[in-house]
C-alpha cells in the first residue's frame, strides 16, 4: 500500500502558474507508477499527466499539453505537477494516484488504471 498527500493548491489568475507536490509514504515510491487526474464540478474525472516508475516516460492529457510538466523525485518519494499558463477551465481538485508498476513503460490514463489515491487540492484559476 501507499498513502499519497497532495500540497500546494490555492488561487491564482488566469495566466499564472502554481506547482502541486504528492508525497507518497507506506510503500517503495520507485515501484509505482504516478499520475495526476483532476475533477471540476458536475464533470468526470479527467486525466492530466502521467510519469512512469523511472521519470523517463510522461504523458499528457490533451488540455494541459504544453502547458503542464509532470515529474518525479524518487529520492524525496515525491511527484509534482508544474502548472504553467493556468487557464479559468483548469479550475478543479487536483488528485494524485499510484499503480505499482516498476520495470513497466505503460501508462494508464484512465482512472481505473490507477489504485491509490490521494485526497486531492483545490486549484482555483481566476479570470
Known amino acids: 500500500q501507499v498513502q499519497l498527500v497532495e500540497s500546494g493548491g490555492g488561487l491564482v489568475q488566469a495566466g499564472g502558474c502554481l506547482r502541486l507536490?504528492?508525497?507518497?509514504?507506506?510503500?517503495?515510491?520507485?515501484?509505482?507508477?504516478m499520475s495526476w487526474f483532476r475533477q471540476a464540478p458536475g464533470k468526470e474525472r479527467e486525466f492530466v499527466a502521467a510519469?512512469?516508475?523511472?521519470?523517463?516516460?510522461?504523458d499528457y492529457g490533451d488540455s494541459v499539453k504544453g502547458r503542464f510538466t509532470i515529474s518525479r523525485d524518487n529520492a524525496k518519494n515525491t511527484v509534482y505537477l508544474q502548472m504553467n499558463s493556468l487557464k479559468p477551465e483548469d479550475t478543479a481538485v487536483y488528485y494524485c494516484?499510484?499503480?505499482?508498476?516498476?520495470?513497466?513503460?505503460?501508462?494508464?490514463?484512465?482512472?481505473?488504471?490507477?489504485?491509490?489515491w490521494g485526497q486531492g487540492t483545490q486549484v482555483t484559476v481566476s479570470s
Open positions: 494516484a499510484a499503480e505499482p508498476a516498476m520495470w513497466s513503460s505503460s501508462l494508464p490514463a484512465t482512472r481505473e488504471g490507477y489504485r491509490y
Open positions: 510519469v512512469n516508475w523511472s521519470g523517463g516516460i510522461t
Open positions: 507536490s504528492c508525497a507518497a509514504s507506506g510503500s517503495t515510491f520507485v515501484r509505482f507508477a
